[in-house]
């Protein structure tokens, strides 16, 4: 089968060697169900198919051809794309004459929203991860640009007052060649969320007992 299916796991600890080899790993039955496909091998088909010459005019070799499996590999396993990002990739550039650069197939795989909703995914990722620790950022350069903002203060900041200083940080992010990928939220963060909701649950239920009583004693009386 030549269709990307799912979404490739993206969850924290997931280490980069692993994250690699679930895009080079063989996982699909060719056509004719004599072979197994990785996803990497399945776009590389893709791209031939969509290409043709111009796509084999880049590869000398198998050499040069396993060389850019493992490019594209590396660089989604570090950007953390899973294969709904990479069917976007592939269905925006469907009308390019050319094959995209590595770099023009992540910018369209991961599209970044615009300022003002670029805003509103940090706002809300930035409680996502305090909280339950399960961030999903469309773009590293979000993140990154939050994190230069200053996590705590944009959490609370209003659009009307932070627009040029947010627009300022996220536009120096995005003209970087390179953003780092989101770092994982380490596991005594999210133990330390869920101890937080559980203990704040508890002192609400408490109250709630002790208010219940109060009741019942004021009608008895």
Not at 181 to 187: E, I, N
């Amino acid at each position: 089968m030549l269709d990307l299916r799912g979404d490739m796991p993206g969850t924290c600890g997931v280490d980069v060697r692993r994250r690699i080899d679930a895009w080079i790993e063989p996982l699909f039955s060719s056509r004719d169900g004599s072979t197994k496909l990785s996803r990497m091998e399945v776009l590389f088909r893709r791209f031939s198919a969509r290409w043709g010459a111009e796509f084999g005019r880049l590869f000398a070799d198998d050499a040069a051809r396993d060389a850019w499996r493992r490019e594209w590999a590396d660089a989604f396993a570090a950007e953390r794309l899973t294969d709904r990002a990479v069917k976007m990739g592939l269905d925006r550039s469907r009308r390019r004459m050319s094959p995209p650069t590595l770099a023009e197939f992540l910018a369209l795989a991961c599209p970044v929203p615009s300022i003002e909703g670029a805003f509103a995914e940090a706002q809300t990722m930035l409680w996502r991860r305090a909280s339950h620790g399960d961030d999903v950022w469309s773009h590293p350069a979000i993140y990154w640009a939050a994190v230069d903002f200053g996590t705590v203060e944009l959490r609370t900041a209003s659009w009307s007052t932070s627009q040029g200083r947010w627009t300022r940080h996220l536009t120096e992010r995005l003209r970087q060649s390179w953003c780092p990928p989101v770092p994982g939220v380490r596991p005594a963060q999210a133990v330390d969320a869920a101890r937080s909701r559980q203990v704040a649950q508890s002192a609400i239920n408490g109250a709630r007992v002790l208010l219940d009583g109060k009741r019942l004693a004021v009608a008895v009386q």
